[in-house]
């Protein structure tokens, strides 16, 4: 049986062709990922709002798999409503499905307390509003963003079509210039930065934390699966966790 350990749960915006793969490459054995989608095309205000009111339908929805537990992906999405509003996102998806919830942006927050990171440097796909909004939430949460660098782009189907290799080059060449950064973060699902991870904390020497790789850290957390075996992927799996004797 597929997912005799697990079955993680993901929540989707309607374009998604990253997350759900990133994830699968993270997987430990005897996990899998079962997933379902919001509609939305342009990732600004108005489309990040409309999508959200979709996330009890989606949430029933995936609730038919039988998950562990379900993650709201589409990181702008859950601070788009300004600070907290991922908890709320949090309490709508384990009030219509039943099941343990979390959302990317709660799982970013944890990843950046479990790493004390204090002091972020950012780098997005997003619109400068989309930016300016990501930044509020975490000052909210009691970081100070050291610079935080958008690619600009407005579609989420746009962000998954770009290689690896450009984000790559966009988040060295960006994030350099992020003096005092104790940390970095790389904020969007549909963005391919699993590969941009173990270059960039080699170089840098400090964390890399990115919405996808936060998400399955948080997700398998949640549903009792070690994650110290995970390799390759990032500074945050190497930090113990409850379930490490799992």
Known sequence: MYGWRARLGRINPSP???GDEEWRQLCPEGTTVVSTRMFIEAV???GL?????????????LATARPNVILMAGTAGAFNG???FDQQLVNRIEDASGVPATTTMTAVLAALDALNIEKV???TSYIKTVDNDLAQALRASGREVIKIFGMGILKSIDMGDISPETVYRFARENL???TGAEGFLLSCG?????ESIKPLEDEFGIPVITSNQTGIWQALQMAGIPTHDIKEAGQIFAVPTASQDA
């Not at 709002?49 to 929805?61: D, G, I, L, S, Y």
């Not at 549909?190 to 699993?194: K, M, V």
Request: hydrophobic share 40%.
């Open 49 to 61: 709002t409309n999508m959200v009111k979709n996330v009890e339908r989606a949430a029933k929805e």
């Open 121 to 123: 440097g950012v780098a």
């Open 190 to 194: 549909n963005w391919r930065t699993l």
């Open 44 to 46: 600004d205000r108005v």
């Open 176 to 178: 350099a210039q992020a």
């Open 16 to 18: 998604e062709t990253v």
């Open 82 to 84: 300004g600070p907290g």
